[in-house]
């Protein structure tokens, strides 16, 4: 990957390669597979380290809402995943107790109640959204960073 042809996708913020002789109007992200107007593309920079920096920036298409995945202390100062929709936080934490004792009665009890846990999830995620999503279209979201 040569550095000068290194784009910020406007759909996931991550860089993508645009080929020097591009010659069409758009380019498509090879993370995300969005296309971008390459005329308006932002140059991706790099950190200190030399490592490719994902873009803050991201255009929500229309009628697509933020989704966020961040980092927050939860409690015991633990770090846990906290998920915000539209810049509200999303009210759901996964029961570590009924998972531990799943475990204990065998994998397919754990197998069960994870099932459980991702169904709840995506309902919950559907509610705040206001239409029926599923596992895969969440698992792009927090690429993508809308829904
Ligand atoms: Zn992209």
């Not at 873009?55 to 100062?77: A, C, L, Q, W, Y």
């Not at 539209?86 to 069960?112: I, Q, R, T």
Request: net charge neutral; with cysteine.
């Amino acid at each position: 990957m040569s550095d000068n042809n290194i784009y910020y996708c406007q759909h996931c913020g991550i860089p993508f390669s645009v080929p020097d002789d591009w010659k069409k109007e758009y380019a498509g992200c090879q993370t995300c597979g969005g296309s971008s107007k390459v005329n308006d593309l932002k140059r991706a920079e790099k950190d200190t380290k030399g490592q490719w920096v994902v873009s803050k920036e991201k255009i929500i298409p229309e009628g697509k809402i933020k989704f966020e995945v961040k980092m927050r202390k939860g409690n015991n100062d633990a770090l846990e995943k906290a998920i915000f929709i539209d810049d509200e936080l999303l009210d759901w934490s996964v029961d570590v107790s009924s998972l531990v004792e799943a475990m204990k009665m065998g994998p397919k009890f754990y197998k069960s109640v994870q099932r459980d846990i991702e169904k709840h999830f995506t309902e919950s995620v559907s509610e705040v959204v206001g239409r029926k999503v599923d596992a895969e279209e969440i698992k792009k979201a927090t690429i993508m960073g809308w829904i």
